[in-house]
């Protein structure tokens, strides 16, 4: 593959448009820029782009033309009118992961879901390293698989977190194990029908080939269709009374996790909270077992896991009162497992942005566990008209406000827990921001006399 001389233009100038342009750069592409925000809100875009002499322009229909090839960052929805007309023309529109797949060296190991791809990927990263294979960890986790282009090796393995808006654009992009951990409701405002949600994140199997490995969940009715529209190898996980018939590599019998057959550890060793962390274990357990690790190395890497930041993380005990941070608990099913991981006694900081989502799910988990929902941000209104009657409402309006009224009103022995069902971007910049907020207003909290 080469793109010496071609001309490119690549969309959305955050952490995986601006690696898309370093790649394409030393390439040999004549490459161009573009991004909804002026280049003087991109301050490190600005200065990479100015360091590289690479032209700039907002982003408007007439800056799609004269380009032989766009790469989009994941945040670029792939349906917008000017790449409709660009395909049309024969113009190449592809994402930054596909851009980065010919240049990426060893084997993949591919993480999607709506839930959970993060603490899988994190955790199979952690295992191949205990296990002293050279391994590296990005995509959807934080560095862009272009910026992992230099660092991978022959020899090595790649794990990525895969989100369906990278994966809507992949072509020839192949991981050598893809995992599909569940599929429920998320990014209905991008995707705009479940179905097409569903489709995007089922692109990472129909690229594996024979001798490749697919873990699924067996309890997952979308992820068993992946296994009709793969030539991978299906290896399933899940709990045996869920199987539904299925021959389980790696499943939950009783309190003990098997792998193949084998008891791998029990489900209280492992060290990170709910009931969904043994499935996310169990597909883990697959992937590196298939990667070469043996049993006992995989349950040692286990039980010294610890949480990935912002997914079910404990910040604080303030006067009796614990406080979680799951903020990247951006859907409904993510805050459904996050209420699913607590006996009771909760006070829950809900909203956000809303995705399209139907909060109505979480009624009766609220009604039984919550002694009451905190609302924050613009979904907060949607959030009411579909919880009224099921739960107290606070109208908190502000992440600030809602920690203060929870703390004042919990009592000894209850839990705040922030799993928003919302994404951030009304008041934040992103998940992870949201979520270090969270974090200093709890720890300036003081101790109740």
């Not at 952490?15 to 030393?26: N, T, Y």
């Not at 599929?183 to 594996?208: C, I």
Request: aromatic residues 6%.
């Amino acid at each position: 593959m080469t793109w010496k001389g071609t001309r490119a233009l690549v969309v959305g100038m955050k952490k995986s448009g601006m690696a898309s342009v370093e790649l394409l750069v030393r390439e040999g592409a004549s490459v161009r820029a573009t991004d909804l925000k002026p280049l003087e809100s991109l301050p490190e875009a600005a200065a990479l782009l100015a360091q590289l002499e690479v032209p700039f322009a907002l982003q408007t229909p007439a800056v799609f033309e004269n380009c032989d090839l766009i790469v989009l960052s994941p945040d670029v929805p792939a349906d917008l009118p000017p790449l409709a007309d660009a395909r049309r023309r024969g113009v190449k529109v592809i994402g930054e992961v596909e851009l980065a797949a010919p240049y990426l060296r060893g084997r993949v190991i591919g993480i999607t879901g709506s839930n959970g791809k993060t603490t899988t990927t994190a955790l199979i990263g952690h295992i191949l390293g205990a296990a002293n294979f050279p391994v590296q960890v990005g995509g959807n986790i934080g560095t862009p698989v272009t910026a992992m282009v230099d660092s991978s090796r022959p020899d090595g393995w790649n794990v990525l977190e895969l989100s369906s808006f990278q994966l809507e654009t992949i072509e020839g992009f192949r991981a050598h194990i893809g995992l599909a951990l569940n599929v429920t409701q998320n990014h209905l405002d991008r995707h705009h029908t479940f179905e097409n949600y569903a489709a995007a994140k089922g692109r990472l199997f129909e690229t594996m080939r024979e001798g490749d490995f697919a873990v699924l969940n067996a309890a997952d009715p979308v992820c068993r269709s992946y296994a009709q529209r793969t030539r991978a190898t299906v290896e399933w996980f899940g709990s045996n009374e869920k199987a539904g018939g299925l021959a389980l590599a790696a499943s939950l019998c009783g309190s003990s996790l098997l792998l193949d057959g084998r008891q791998l550890l029990d489900a209280a060793e492992i060290p990170i909270r709910g009931r969904h962390n043994v499935e996310n274990v169990l597909a883990a357990a697959i992937a590196a077992a298939r990667a070469g690790v043996g049993p006992a190395n995989i349950a040692a890497a286990v039980r010294t896991f610890r949480a990935v930041e912002h997914r079910l993380e404990f910040v604080r005990r303030v006067s009796g009162v614990d406080f979680y941070n799951d903020s990247k608990a951006t859907s409904v099913d993510a805050a459904l497992k996050a209420l699913d991981a607590f006996p009771g006694n909760l006070w829950v900081i809900l909203g956000g942005k809303d995705k399209g989502l139907d909060y109505s799910l979480l009624r009766d988990p609220l009604a039984a566990k919550a002694h009451a929902a905190l609302l924050v941000g613009a979904a907060a209104p949607k959030i009411a008209g579909q919880l009224g009657g099921a739960v107290r409402l606070i109208d908190s309006q502000t992440i600030d406000r809602a920690v203060t009224q929870a703390y004042h009103a919990a009592q000894p022995g209850d839990t705040v827990l922030l799993a928003p069902a919302c994404a951030s971007f009304d008041q934040f910049r992103s998940f992870e921001h949201r979520g270090e907020v969270f974090k200093e207003l709890v720890n300036r909290l003081q101790r109740r006399k």
